[in-house]
């Protein structure tokens, strides 16, 4: 995957996850033109697009338009797979996910992408073991500032 | 207030500003504040600020002066400090910035720490942002980390590596002994990284690729894995939709697809597997349709056996009669990928393709049409054509030019009369006249013109639509061409093959009034325009002055060009009078067809014709010496009143090097055909065939089409001059390793007897590699004579296009 992007109905940006190396303003002109691309479409219509060199697959829920730009040799159909994946982990995380939880609690939902995607690939395709991971991850950090962090030594998962 | 309220504190103000400016003012207060917090230090604060300011970020505000505060988040020893930290490292830093040079050291020392979340971040963070220098310093950390670390650390680990690997390829090296290992994991998480990080080591380097191959014996280990995926009872943890963990079988599969390309042991030890999974994935939902495409995929990429490509093609099929648009137009882009090689199969479905030119979707419309171009042959060009007609009328206006060039090229191709032919263009003309190519003009010209049976009803079929309506430039522009060629034939008013109208000459004259004088017309049409009133007044009898008068008005027109025309044409009545008819204004000849700009050769002695080439005779000089030597092989083309003959082939036994020698010859002759065009005027048309075959009765030919720097198009000419049809008709051909082969499908399977029809095939050779030279050698001809006997005859012809290039 080469990069993810978040936004509201009315254009606004509400998560951007970059894996390739681009300039701002390389940024903000692509993210412009997709966003324009992507709202111009019909509610019928079908999820994929090409766009300059790429495959973009998208996908609304609700308010929200999740949109990720693959490669040529990059399965559409799983991409639609893992957004929705994404939004199943984001629901389970806030309870009943709406756009307003990401707005206000945007570093939250890039630290569960971070946790279910790393450079562009899935890794970790149980559910449940991102859920963990977060959940572990928040623990620490609600421990008190403080010079030492606990000890984690023991695997957190059992090897299945 | 804890810190994170006063973050959504932040945002609610920032979201409750109404106008811009009013926003633009809070971000400055904000950005203020953030600053202030950065210089005062280390007050358990600066986490939140950093987060306010990524925030602003998103917005699309400056933050560049954050950038300094995530190296020193990253340095801090508090986890929520560093996470936060980290985020901003890979949101503001890329690896064009100089300070990100600056976290390596951290990344290093993060990656041994003791909580792994900690080594989470550092992994994190190097995946997605990690420059060259960065990777190549701490690929011996990962690499560590790949080998000795708990499932959760290994398969980040995995990944960063894939990162590494893409950003330095030379490290390729230093993780394949880990990535065999990997392979035996049982966590599906770390499976699934090292089947990622194996394609990517295979894809950069095709020596890896045959290691894994051969001696790690990837294949098979690959193979378990899916069954057991495939097979295993229901596994809550990966279960989507019923398919166990989708997202790794699809790159397991991927993968296979790698390893099983061109290579024929691995292909075999996985055609089980694939049919296994092609039969038993159930599609009913995205997932499985997703593992099943990526089957698809990998089933028409490698060698695999046959019975096993129809129930690919056939999983496609079922695809397109899907409801999801999404799996109809996935099907649709990989039948496009073998419709050339799997033809027929393809065609099985056609009457689903052409369903879904009527779909509502764009992209979708676009794949149809894409798809049923390619499908279009002689047996089904008239069905065909009415449904690709039907879709010009209503389809988006970004499709329209694509599909006009389209119907046309097949049109060209297969069409069954000429008077089908020039039905079809018109239709095309009336409807989408606009979004023609602008040789659609004179190469309908010159259609007209060989089929002389029909001027009449092209004459008459022009003039109504001309009356009807004058704003589709290209149709107007013939229409006017035609009723100055064939006026005669539309006032004579009678007609085989249409419903006569009766027409007078002042009829025929205000129509081309009407288009001299609408706004709609442009300066080419009106061109035509004059000039066809011209052209009348040889073929008309009362009208002569109405004529004249048109034309001396436009004498004074402001178009220079039309002026032009109207001064001459007026001297033409007052002082060459006896030269306008007969000689000057009478029917032009048949115009025959040069290749490959279809721009016409007018007869010396015709007065400037509107917008076709300037006749220039044609340089006898240049061509009689080498002519007279292979005068059998060339068609002189233009510039003669006879119509093309075909050449005969040259006798005797086709061995390889005389043929070569004959084409050499003509590859002299390139250059000539190349700066007659730079003057527009008549080729060369070099039509060289060379037989190939000639027993039985059959003779097989090859006519060679075009050659550029490294693509040679050959047509193959079947002909029969037995008492009976042969039927079944079928060759094969095989290349050397460097060349590809492109057969395109052959006009047909049965040669009718006493040479009464030919079969023609199109072979495509392409030559990437320009050092050796494309040649084919023919392999196998087979085919029925009288119904009964199956003659397989062994061919053994090469041919060696010559390396003369023009």
Not at chain 2, 551 to 556: A, W
Request: glycine letters at 4%.
């Amino acid at each position: 995957m080469q990069f993810m992007l978040l936004f509201s109905r009315q254009g606004k940006l509400r998560l951007q996850k970059w894996y390739v190396p681009l300039s701002d303003k390389e940024k903000k002109k692509i993210t412009r033109e997709l966003v324009q691309t992507v709202l111009a479409r019909k509610p019928k219509m079908c999820s994929f697009l090409e766009w300059r060199d790429l495959k973009i697959v998208y996908k609304r829920y609700a308010s929200l338009y999740f949109c990720c730009a693959i490669e040529d040799q990059d399965n559409e159909l799983i991409t639609l797979e893992i957004i929705h994946r994404y939004v199943e982990l984001l629901d389970k995380y806030f309870g009943s996910v709406c756009e307003l939880d990401i707005i206000f609690n945007f570093e939250k939902a890039y630290f569960i992408l971070d946790e279910f995607l790393l450079g562009g690939e899935a890794q970790e395709t149980s559910k449940k073991n991102v859920l963990k991971a977060i959940e572990q991850a928040d623990l620490l950090q609600e421990v008190r500032p403080g010079p030492a962090l606990a000890k984690q030594n023991v695997p957190l998962f059992v090897t299945v | 207030m804890s810190p994170s309220v006063r973050l959504q504190e932040m945002i609610r103000v920032i979201r409750s500003a109404r106008t811009q400016g009013e926003e633009r003012g809070i971000i400055q207060r904000e950005c203020a504040d953030i600053r202030a917090q950065f210089r005062q230090g280390d007050n358990g604060e600066r986490s939140h600020s950093l987060a306010k300011l990524l925030y602003v970020h998103m917005l699309g505000y400056p933050a560049h002066f954050g950038q300094m505060e995530c190296v020193r988040l990253i340095a801090s020893p508090r986890y929520n400090e560093k996470r936060i930290g980290y985020l901003g490292a890979m949101m503001l830093l890329d690896e064009k910035q100089d300070a990100s040079l600056l976290i390596t050291n951290s990344i290093k020392n993060d990656l041994s720490h003791s909580s792994q979340y900690v080594q989470s971040l550092a992994l994190c963070t190097l995946a997605c942002m990690g420059s060259a220098e960065m990777c190549r310093d701490l690929a011996p950390e990962i690499e560590r980390l790949l080998r000795a670390s708990n499932s959760y650390i290994k398969k980040k680990a995995t990944l960063c590596a894939v990162h590494i690997i893409r950003k330095v390829p030379e490290l390729a090296e230093l993780f394949t002994p880990s990535a065999r290992t990997l392979l035996s994991e049982k966590n599906h998480g770390v499976l699934h990284g090292a089947v990622v990080l194996i394609t990517e080591l295979c894809k950069r380097n095709p020596d890896t690729l045959d290691q894994f191959r051969k001696v790690i014996q990837t294949v098979p280990e690959l193979v378990q894995i899916m069954k057991g995926l495939v097979t295993s009872s229901y596994s809550p943890e990966h279960n989507v939709a019923g398919i166990s963990d989708p997202f790794l079988q699809v790159r397991i599969l991927r993968l296979l697809r790698i390893l099983g390309h061109n290579n024929d042991t691995a292909s075999d030890a996985m055609n089980d597997l694939l049919a296994q999974v092609a039969t038993n994935t159930d599609s009913s939902k995205t997932a499985g349709s997703a593992v099943l495409y990526e089957t698809v995929l990998t089933i028409m990429d490698i060698n695999s056996e046959s019975g096993l490509r129809v129930l690919a093609v056939n999983i496609l099929g079922r695809f397109l009669l899907n409801n999801d648009r999404n799996i109809r137009y996935i099907s649709m882009t990989s039948l496009q990928k073998i419709v050339q090689t799997d033809h027929n199969a393809v065609q099985r479905h056609r009457g689903t393709i052409v369903d879904c030119l009527k779909d509502q979707d764009t992209s979708v419309k676009r794949r149809a049409l894409e798809l049923s171009l390619a499908l279009v042959s002689a047996v089904n060009i008239r069905s065909m054509m009415k449904e690709l007609l039907i879709f010009l009328s209503f389809c988006p206006p970004e499709l329209r030019s694509q599909t006009a060039s389209g119907i046309f090229n097949a049109a060209e191709r297969y069409s069954p009369s000429k008077r089908w032919h020039i039905d079809t263009i018109l239709h095309v003309l009336t409807t989408a006249g606009g979004d023609v190519r602008d040789e659609t003009v004179p190469n309908l010209i010159q259609l007209i013109t060989t089929a002389s049976e029909l001027h009449c009803y092209t004459v008459h079929k022009l003039y109504r639509a001309l009356v009807k309506d004058i704003a589709q430039q290209s149709l107007v522009q013939v229409a006017c061409w035609c009723i100055g060629e064939y006026g005669d034939l539309l006032l004579k008013g009678e007609c085989e093959e249409i419903e006569p109208l009766q027409v007078t000459e002042d009829d025929v004259l205000d129509a081309l009034e009407t288009v001299l004088q609408s706004h709609m017309s442009s300066p080419a049409t009106r061109g035509f325009a004059l000039t066809a009133t011209m052209k009348l007044s040889t073929r008309i009898t009362d009208n002569v002055d109405r004529i004249r008068s048109i034309v001396s008005i436009y004498g004074s027109c402001i178009d220079l060009e039309l002026q032009q025309r109207a001064v001459e044409y007026n001297a033409l009545f007052k002082k060459y009078d006896h030269m306008r008819y007969p000689a000057v204004l009478e029917r032009m000849p048949v115009m025959d067809k040069n290749s490959p700009g279809y721009t016409n050769g007018d007869t010396p002695g015709e007065i400037k014709e509107p917008d076709t080439s300037k006749p220039k005779p044609v340089e006898a000089g240049l061509l009689s010496e080498p002519a007279s030597q292979v005068c059998d092989l060339l068609d002189l083309l233009g510039g003669t009143d006879t119509p093309l003959q075909p050449s005969p082939a040259p006798t005797s036994t086709p061995t390889t090097t005389s043929s070569a020698d004959l084409l050499d010859l003509l590859g002299g002759l390139e250059p000539t055909p190349a700066e007659m065009q730079k003057h527009c005027c008549v080729y060369v048309h070099v039509v060289p065939t060379v037989s190939v075959y000639e027993k039985n009765g059959l003779s097989l030919k090859i006519q060679y089409d075009k050659q550029t720097e490294t693509e040679v198009t050959v047509s193959l000419i079947a002909s029969n001059s037995t008492q009976n049809d042969i039927t079944s008709f079928t060759l094969q051909a095989a290349v050397p390793k460097s060349v590809q082969l492109q057969m395109k499908a052959p006009s047909g399977n049965v040669i009718p007897a006493h040479g009464l029809g030919q079969v023609t095939q199109t072979v495509l050779l392409n030559n990437p590699n320009k050092a050796s030279l494309p040649c084919f050698r023919f392999v196998q001809l087979s085919f029925l004579l009288n119904l009964s006997a199956l003659f397989m005859h062994k061919l053994d012809y090469t041919f060696i296009p010559p390396t003369g290039q023009p």
